[in-house]
């Protein structure tokens, strides 16, 4: 069922960062990567995106008909929580800036959106190795 059913981070209402990981964005690139390890997992991948977007906006339409029956429920911004600055980093990692890129060239499929995301990947790629690199390098 995992194939189906990826690993998704419910939100939990004391974690900004954990609110971060149940953005679409970092959704859909942890889908990517997951399913990137194989073929089969390439083949699968259309699907198992699409799974994700339309349970993504369900749950999101959910909580907009949550909050306006309850207004009480509805979480607090982000630059509250403690553990804001996490968050703020979690925004800048690989798998959330993949989900990003996505995201964009799905909005943008007409012009060339999807090949844009070739080349986007790889620059991001790139950039993840070169901050991984310069990490290693530091705790030295």
Known sequence: MDIINPKVTFIQANSAKARIQNQLSYKLGQAMIINS?????????????????????????????????????????????SDYYEALKEKE??????????????????????????????KLKKEFKSKKHKSFMSKD
Not at 94 to 100: A, P, R, V
Not at 110 to 122: D, M, N, Q, S, V
């Open 37 to 81: 390890k194989s073929i089969l997992g390439f083949i699968r991948m259309p699907y198992v995106l699409s799974y994700i977007k339309d349970k993504h906006k369900l749950e999101q339409k959910i909580y907009q008909e949550k909050i306006k029956k309850y207004p009480s429920l509805k979480l607090p911004p982000l630059e509250t929580y």
């Open 93 to 122: 990692c690989f798998t959330y800036k993949l989900g990003q890129a996505l995201i964009k060239a799905n909005n943008n499929w007409y012009g060339g959106g999807y090949i844009k995301l070739w080349f986007e990947i790889r």
